[in-house]
């Protein structure tokens, strides 16, 4: 008999509003019930956090450390449709993670199949579609009298003159993209001059990934990488304020401006 996980690591995809994190919440804590007592945590993919990494610290912080080397951690992957690149890439996070760890305090990691492999979800799915049947059409829907119309700001073009352009791509995620979001969405907040001047938007991957964090400005054509919470304002306040490209983070520009040092955040 195959021996039961010691701890299961729910691992899906982000989105841009808290939808993704929201529904995940609920399958974790559905699988709580169904398996008290089991360690259990949520990492994503991109667009949110924790991603792999610190998820995998948070779930060893659970385990006893003596015994972190017999210990199993089980992955599921709950992205639909599966991606082999990126199910391999993530086993190459994963397999890096290990490597940070002290030899005799690495557990082992295993991944389970992908829900579409799953012998389970073709039953489960007729399941579904047999009790759709009962839910009421969306004409019938009530509360929503405005369905023929939507906000006037959706069709207002905001106030800039530059795009920020943050990856929030899987490979920036792995490398903190996620956390760090707050922080640049706080400080453009914060400064009038950047907040009158900057469309702040996620993306997806967008290369050079190992050097993410990446932070792209147009219509400059500036790329800035290997950012994290010490650098990421200042260099954004230089290129804004100073019309400057800090050299020690910068990947790529159209052309190369004098290099300058950090200022002070």
Not at 115 to 138: E, K
Not at 161 to 181: F, I, N
Not at 215 to 230: R, T
């Amino acid at each position: 008999m195959a021996k039961p996980p010691d701890a299961l690591l729910l691992l899906g995809r982000g989105g841009l509003g808290s939808a993704a994190k929201n529904e995940l919440q609920a399958l974790l804590q559905a699988c709580q019930q169904g398996a008290p007592g089991l360690p259990m945590q949520l990492a994503f993919v991109d667009r949110n956090q924790p991603a792999l990494p610190e998820a995998l610290d948070s779930l060893c912080a659970a385990l006893a450390p003596a015994d972190l080397a017999r210990q199993t951690i089980v992955i599921q992957p709950v992205m639909v449709p599966d991606e082999p690149a990126l199910r391999r890439w993530l086993q190459k996070v994963a397999m890096r993670w290990l490597a940070s760890q002290a030899k005799d305090a690495r557990p082992q990691l295993v991944f389970a199949q992908p829900l579409l492999q799953s012998d389970g979800l073709v039953p489960a799915l007729l399941n579904n579609l047999a009790l759709a049947t009962s839910q009421p059409d969306v004409v019938a829907e009530e509360g929503d009298e405005g369905w023929q119309t939507d906000p006037v700001a959706w069709s207002t073009v905001p106030a800039h003159q530059r795009h920020v352009l943050w990856c929030m791509g899987p490979r920036c995620v792995a490398k903190g993209a996620a956390a760090l979001w707050p922080r640049l969405s706080q400080a453009v907040q914060a400064s009038a001059p950047l907040k009158q001047q900057l469309q702040l938007l996620q993306t997806s991957c967008q290369y050079p990934c190992n050097q993410g964090p990446l932070m792209i400005v147009y219509p400059d054509g500036v790329w800035y990488g290997n950012l994290d919470e010490d650098s990421l304002v200042p260099v954004l306040k230089s290129h804004i304020e100073g019309s400057e490209a800090c050299a020690a983070h910068r990947v790529h520009s159209p052309r190369v401006p004098p290099p300058c040092s950090d200022p002070d955040p």
